[in-house]
């Protein structure tokens, strides 16, 4: 019986997250937060390369009229650039939590960036959900999270999905006009025979894919909240996942190895077939 993955990059991360699409470079970025380092795999020629990095880092997102990314990093948001390297802090969010450090984002289509923190240990609810507006203002926007992760925004830009993998949940906003966010309710609470929603990205046609750290899954959902299809992986700590490539018909998925080293996969990025197209990345605008 034919597999539903591959093997897209055997590089086996301690805490592979953040996997970002870049259309300026055709290439798929993704981050190591443990090591800390971020990793780029050329969708041109599969070249790989990659980059330390000074601190834990969650992710990257690309900017729209500037080179280069911006950064969330254990002590904030951060301007970087690859050729030549350079790190540039921007603000920190929690100078009150010194052991939070920021978890996974996304832009939304109005430019912004929206992302979460966590404490580093898992030992507090200290966690919480911040908006970087295009003049580098930050603002806090849900609070209470054990350990953030996948902000994602439906294709209609009506609503925006936050999970909490601590407890389990995915919430759902709305989204209004404005930008704001209001009305959170549950929208899908995981079974312990699941594993926990980490990482996430929205399809085109509205469904939710989540990956299941300790699930060893992506799972998709209907916008009704619905299980609609599932792609076993051979990892079980799978953390997100990522729309890909010129027609946004393959998806790349992250992994980690840590706690489960005896996996021989465990870490490594899988390419799987959704069957489905995603959205275009938004890009920052400041």
């Known amino acids: 019986m034919p597999r539903d993955y591959e093997v897209a990059c055997d590089i086996r991360c301690r805490l592979g997250e953040g996997p970002l699409w870049s259309r300026r470079d055709n290439a798929v970025y993704w981050v190591d937060i443990l090591a800390p380092a971020l990793h780029r795999l050329s969708l041109v020629n599969g070249a790989i390369s990659s ?4 601190e834990k880092i969650g992710w990257v ?5 500037r ?4 950064a969330g990093l254990q002590s904030g948001f ?3 650039t690859l050729e030549p390297f350079a790190c540039r802090a921007i603000i920190d969010p929690e100078p009150h939590y010194p052991d939070n450090r920021m978890n996974d984002a996304k832009v939304d289509h109005l430019g912004r960036i929206w992302a979460g923190t966590m404490d580093c240990d898992i030992r507090t609810e200290s966690g919480s959900l911040y908006c970087l507006d295009r003049d580098f203002e930050v603002t806090k926007r849900d609070s209470g999270y054990m350990v953030t992760n996948g902000p994602a925004f439906s294709p209609a830009c009506d609503c925006l999905y936050h999970s909490d993998t601590g407890r389990g949940v995915v919430y759902r906003f709305e989204l209004t006009p404005e930008g704001n966010i209001r009305d959170r309710e549950t929208f899908i609470r995981f079974p312990k025979e699941w594993g926990y929603p980490d990482g996430m990205t929205v399809d085109a046609d ?3 894919w989540i990956a299941h750290w300790g699930g060893g899954r992506m799972s998709r959902f209907t916008p009704d909240g619905k299980l609609d299809r599932d792609v076993r992986l051979p990892a079980s700590q799978i953390t997100s996942c990522v729309f890909a490539g010129e027609k946004l018909d393959r998806m790349f998925v992250t992994s980690a190895a840590v706690e489960r080293e005896q996996e021989t996969l465990a870490g490594c990025l899988f390419e799987i077939g959704p069957g489905t197209t995603g959205l275009a990345p938004n890009l920052f605008d400041g």
């Open 51 to 54: 980059w330390p990095m000074p």
């Open 61 to 65: 997102v690309e900017r729209r009229e």
């Open 67 to 70: 080179p280069g990314f911006i």
């Open 78 to 80: 951060a301007e970087l």
């Open 206 to 208: 509205g469904g939710l």
